[in-house]
T-cell receptor, first 108, second 116 residues
């Protein structure tokens, strides 16, 4: 069965520090991975998907099939990055399996 | 219109009530979803509709009854709910491409349901 693991419930960093939100997955097939973000009192929105290999708001994520990871990184955190981040896996079924989420707090 | 809208924003209902949650999108998406999100937990899939047909039911109790009357609307009918069903109910939609390929999901703001 597919599973997404986000080992950190809370990650607190200072403004300007590098950020890495960890995500590991288990799936025997060919996965599609996403990062979703939920800012305070806002809806869940897509941040990144691995197939597009893009950088959004300074965030990047690389799929490492050998380590079954899809960690989210940003070199210099900003206060406005404070939010809940969910890693999600889409398998052959038409839905997402979400990790438990990591709350990122960026302190001034 | 690039949003998924949900009504109502908040709903309080008793265990004997019948109510419905509504979701609407005008992006031409042919896949629509219901998720349930408890406090401080990730969204959990409940139902998936593809081309207005139910394609996935994640063993959801029958007191939750989904309906997709057309390609833009998705309803969730509620009857005889329990207090533990209190949660944020999220609707999402996505494009369906060739071979059933699914693109990213767009989420609505959710309906916060309280069952008393």
């Amino acid at each position: 069965a597919q599973r997404v693991t986000q080992p950190e419930k809370l990650l607190s960093v200072f403004k300007g520090a590098p950020v890495e939100l960890k995500c590991n997955y288990s799936y025997s097939g060919s996965p599609e991975l996403f990062w979703y973000v939920q800012y305070s009192r806002q809806r869940l929105q897509l941040l990144l998907r691995h197939i597009s290999r893009e950088s959004i708001k300074g965030f990047t994520a690389d799929l490492n099939k050998g380590e079954t990871s899809f960690h989210l990184k940003k070199p210099f955190a900003q206060e406005e990055d404070s939010a809940m981040y969910y890693c999600a896996l889409r398998t052959g079924r038409r839905a997402l399996t979400f990790g438990s989420g990591t709350r990122l707090q960026v302190q001034p | 219109d690039t949003e998924v809208t949900q009504t109502p924003k908040h709903l309080v209902m008793g265990m004997t009530n019948k109510k419905s949650l509504k979701c609407e999108q005008h992006m031409g998406h042919r896949a629509m979803y219901w998720y349930k999100q408890k406090a401080k937990k990730p969204p959990e899939l409940m139902f998936v509709y593809s081309y207005e047909k139910l394609s996935i039911n994640e063993s959801v109790p029958s007191r939750f009854s989904p309906e997709c009357p057309n390609s833009s609307l998705l309803n969730l009918h509620l009857h005889a709910l329990q207090p533990e069903d209190s949660a944020l109910y999220l609707c999402a939609s996505s494009q369906v491409g060739r071979g059933g390929r699914i693109y990213e999901q767009y989420f609505g703001p959710g309906t916060r349901l309280t069952v008393t």
